[in-house]
């Protein structure tokens, strides 16, 4: 069992940057894709972001077009911690922001946290 928690959600001002964390106990982390995702007031839950780790490879990101170039992911798997960058702000990227674990099979995410909110003002 895998448990997630999110934290770093709050209000800002348009432009403005926030840093939201995912803490994950359980399992071995390193070992797990980490993605995410948000959800706005009437909208479907959709893709932020995601990180791999090997040790071959190091970390592999992927982002949705709309936060590419103002979001960054990262992870420290030495704290079970993956981070969500998040600079320039608008209103549109208001949203409850989850965080995700794929640790079963190549697709998908098995785990997720209860949610954080950010909402940025105009």
């Known amino acids: 069992q895998v448990q997630l928690v999110e934290s770093g959600g709050g209000l800002v001002q348009a432009g403005s940057s926030l840093r939201l964390s995912c803490v994950a106990s359980?399992?071995?982390?390193?070992?797990?894709?980490m993605g995410w995702f948000r959800q706005a007031p009437g909208k479907e839950r959709e893709f932020v972001a995601a990180?791999?780790?090997?040790?071959?490879?190091?970390?592999?990101?992927y982002y949705a077009d709309s936060v590419k170039g103002r979001f960054t992911i990262s992870r420290d798997n030495a704290k079970n911690t993956v981070y969500l960058q998040m600079n320039t702000l608008k209103p549109e990227d208001t949203a409850v922001y989850y965080c995700?674990?794929?640790?079963?099979?190549?697709?998908?995410?098995?785990?997720w946290g209860q949610g954080t909110q950010v909402t940025v003002s105009s």
């Open positions: 359980g399992g071995t982390f390193s070992s797990y894709a």
């Open positions: 995700a674990a794929r640790v079963y099979g190549d697709s998908g995410y098995d785990y």
């Open positions: 990180i791999t780790w090997s040790v071959r490879s190091g970390s592999r990101t």
